[in-house]
């Protein structure tokens, strides 16, 4: 694993709006970061990312198979009692799952370490999936590339693959805050995938989302909806008045409600329980756990429900080595091994997000942030696997 300049396109602006990357600049802060590139070999993408993160998606899935049945665990996650049948109820269905994200933290030497599961609503896909290969592409074609480089990055196939798997009824809703632009651009990127893939679709604000006398949620002209996705954590869901017709809907959601299980930093704790030792694991702890001291002095403080790195606090040595403040923690927290993310030339700190299609792993991207914590502000960095010698 190498971060090696590239050098920017000087047309890539144009070629993002023609392309529909229109959050590429966030709050006129640049969030695509293309001046520079990671390379990876294959064998660390295949033996250090693809097959671990196969592993871990398995172990993942083992424990939200105990999980849903022990209302001890269901409570540990912070999951309200009022939600427990329809967890409980998707997962005996076996209702389908479309994608999630594992976070690692990875340099290319030694095993790479699981710091999170984002299984319900992550983020960067569109510029996993299409612009970083587009990317690949156009540099390959100018000679900027080696000969023969490649990319990990079977996302877009896989999602219209995944797709056809799950099935169309009669609509299939794509429901986000319209007027967040890359939540809005992420569900655009999924409902061209659901069309390729032979579904009825239709774009709904959150807002939009009504419930019909028969339990089906529909639109506002009350169309039914037999298939939604939501941008929209299952943890607000179970807290406001969408959750009162969850459990007896005949509507399918994406993600299923069985995904609160692992979208929960509680599952890290459970995941050390279950597979103590696991090298692609870190030692985890409920803060309330007395095992917790075995940390020691070093380790990262995390609430069950954070997002983009909100209340999160590594600890080193006992100083407070970075906090990012929010609105999460009132939920309990856990404590995990502190495995730093490695720092390249300019103090750059890159995040591996390995893709889970389906069941099955199927790309990565990097995020970068100058920080030690990876927030809202990091930058998106392409990669591409380096050709054999």
């Not at 694993?1 to 392309?19: I, Q, Y």
């Not at 172990?59 to 540990?76: H, K, M, Q, T, Y």
């Not at 976070?103 to 612009?131: C, H, I, M, R, W």
């Not at 992420?186 to 989302?209: K, M, N, P, W």
């Amino acid at each position: 694993m190498r971060r090696v300049p590239t050098g920017e396109r000087p047309d890539w602006r144009e070629t993002a709006r023609k392309n529909g990357f229109v959050f590429h600049t966030l709050d006129g802060a640049p969030y695509w970061e293309e001046s520079h590139a990671y390379a990876f070999t294959l064998a660390e993408i295949e033996e250090d990312i693809g097959a671990p993160s196969g592993e871990l998606h398995a172990l993942c899935l083992d424990f939200a198979g105990r999980a849903v049945e022990d209302e001890r665990i269901l409570a540990s996650l912070r999951i309200p009692e009022s939600a427990w049948d329809a967890v409980r109820g998707s997962w005996r269905r076996g209702d389908a799952s479309l994608y999630g994200r594992l976070d690692l933290s990875y340099d290319g030497n030694g095993p790479a370490k699981l710091l999170e599961y984002n299984a319900d609503t992550p983020t960067a896909l569109y510029e996993t999936g299409v612009f970083q290969w587009l990317w690949l592409a156009e540099l390959l074609r100018d000679g900027l590339l080696p000969a023969g480089s490649d990319q990990y990055n079977a996302v877009h196939e896989r999602l219209i693959a995944r797709f056809r798997e799950i099935g169309a009824g009669s609509l299939t809703g794509f429901a986000a805050e319209a007027d967040a632009p890359e939540d809005r651009g992420t569900v655009a990127y999924l409902q061209d995938c659901a069309i390729q893939a032979g579904h009825i679709t239709r774009f709904l604000d959150l807002s939009e989302i009504g419930l019909k006398r028969d339990g089906r949620f529909c639109s506002p002209e009350e169309m039914p909806i037999d298939l939604l996705f939501k941008l929209y954590p299952w943890e607000w869901a179970f807290a406001d008045a969408f959750a009162a017709g969850v459990a007896r809907s005949p509507t399918r959601f994406l993600e299923p409600p069985w995904k609160a299980v692992l979208s929960n930093k509680g599952l890290l704790p459970h995941l050390w329980a279950q597979e103590p030792g696991h090298p692609n694991l870190l030692p985890a702890f409920f803060e309330s756990d007395p095992k917790a001291a075995s940390l020691g002095a070093s380790y990262v403080r995390k609430p069950l429900f954070s997002r983009e790195g909100s209340n999160i606090e590594i600890l080193c040595d006992g100083a407070l080595l970075a906090h990012e403040p929010g609105p999460y923690g009132g939920e309990g927290y856990i404590r995990q091994a502190l495995a730093e993310l490695p720092s390249f030339d300019d103090r750059r700190r890159p995040l591996i997000g390995s893709w889970i299609i389906g069941d099955a792993p199927a790309g990565l991207c990097v995020r970068e942030s100058r920080g030690a914590i990876t927030g809202n502000d990091a930058l998106f960095v392409p990669h591409f696997i380096e050709p054999a010698a």
